[in-house]
């Protein structure tokens, strides 16, 4: 079975930087593009980035300048470097995968990883 495990969230003051991480495991045979939601208190999931095979990347205007996204194809990982770290940052994120896997192709999700953004 496949498993996103998401981690590095945690508490930073506004201004600051964080580094999540998604690891994917199990027998996959190809993670296709992958990708950063969040969720903040009250709102709706939202995109926040997307990184292809290739390292082509997409993102949402308002976190273009901040946030980066990046992987590491041989550890079946995707990152999200997030700097200038602002209170309305403050959501739980998660990552999501296309995975070609031995039961063909299927997106898969992490648990989430909580951000707050407070002094």
């Known amino acids: 079975q496949v498993q996103l495990v998401e981690s590095g969230g945690g508490l930073v003051q506004p201004g600051g930087s964080l580094r999540l991480s998604c690891a994917a495991s199990g027998t996959i045979f190809r993670l296709n593009t992958m990708a950063w939601y969040r969720q903040g208190p009250g709102k709706e999931r939202e995109l926040v980035a997307t990184?292809?095979?290739?390292?082509?990347?997409n993102y949402v205007d308002s976190m273009k300048g901040r946030f980066t996204i990046s992987r590491d194809n041989a550890k079946n990982t995707v990152y999200l470097r997030m700097n200038s770290l602002k209170p309305e940052d403050t959501a739980v994120y998660y990552c999501?995968?296309?995975?070609?896997?031995?039961?063909?192709?299927?997106?898969?999700w992490g648990q989430g990883t909580q951000v707050t953004v407070s002094s």
């Open positions: 999501n995968a296309d995975v070609v896997s031995i039961n063909g192709a299927h997106i898969f």
């Open positions: 990184i292809t095979w290739g390292g082509t990347t």
